[in-house]
């Protein structure tokens, strides 16, 4: 059985099941193209980040300043403007995301009282899109790897079942991938 080793190693690979049978899962299963980006984050609006994202460009609105941060999809579209780092998956690193999502589960010696929560107000700064076959964006699922939260737009794209080192994993997928920005403290400042 293949183990992780950080922290704690409560992720373990559980399941087996094969890529045909990863790739009948929502969403990939209408997927043309996956997508893992960065981009600059959305930051929580509130005085110290209008102290701090905003004030600096006194000349613009809050408005066209807010645009320029976040993901940016409208009407199945991404506005690219705010994008960081774009890799296109090949069907091996496919199979590899949906490896850890479908796959990587609880081990057995994982504690039943393990606690899920945020460590901090998430600032999204990479994300998961996926294209269907009219090379529209169906869905997506934005990632803050420090707070170790996602948000997915129709809430049935998930990780999976999460276990301790879910994040983590996938933060070194993306890295992996060619994807810098927000996978590595230093990058994100």
């Known amino acids: 059985m293949q183990r992780w080793k950080e922290s704690d190693d409560f992720c ?3 399941n087996h099941y094969t890529p045909l049978q990863r790739l009948k899962n ?3 299963i209408n997927a043309s193209d996956i997508w893992l980006v960065s981009y600059r984050a959305d930051e929580p ?4 980040m209008y102290d ?4 600096s460009k006194a000349d613009s609105s809050i408005e066209a300043q807010h645009k320029e941060l976040g ?4 009407d199945g579209i991404l506005d690219s403007s705010t994008i960081i780092e774009k890799i296109i998956l090949n069907e091996t690193q496919t199979n590899e995301l949906t490896n850890i999502i479908y796959n990587i589960s609880y081990s057995k ?3 039943i009282h393990m606690i899920i929560g945020s460590k901090c107000i998430p600032a999204y700064r990479n994300a998961i899109i996926v294209f269907d076959k009219q090379k529209k964006i169906f869905d997506y699922m934005e990632i803050c790897f420090e ?9 049935k794209f998930t990780l ?3 276990c301790t080192q879910k994040y983590i994993i996938l933060k070194n997928f993306f890295k992996k991938s060619g994807v810098n920005y927000g996978t590595n403290k230093k990058s994100q400042d």
């Open 12 to 14: 373990s690979l559980i």
């Open 71 to 74: 993901l940016h999809i409208n």
């Open 45 to 48: 609006v509130n005085k110290i």
């Open 52 to 55: 701090e994202v905003f004030a």
């Open 26 to 28: 929502y969403p990939f």
């Open 147 to 155: 707070c170790e939260q996602s948000y997915s737009k129709s809430e």
């Open 160 to 162: 999976g079942t999460y």
């Open 109 to 111: 010696t994982a504690p």
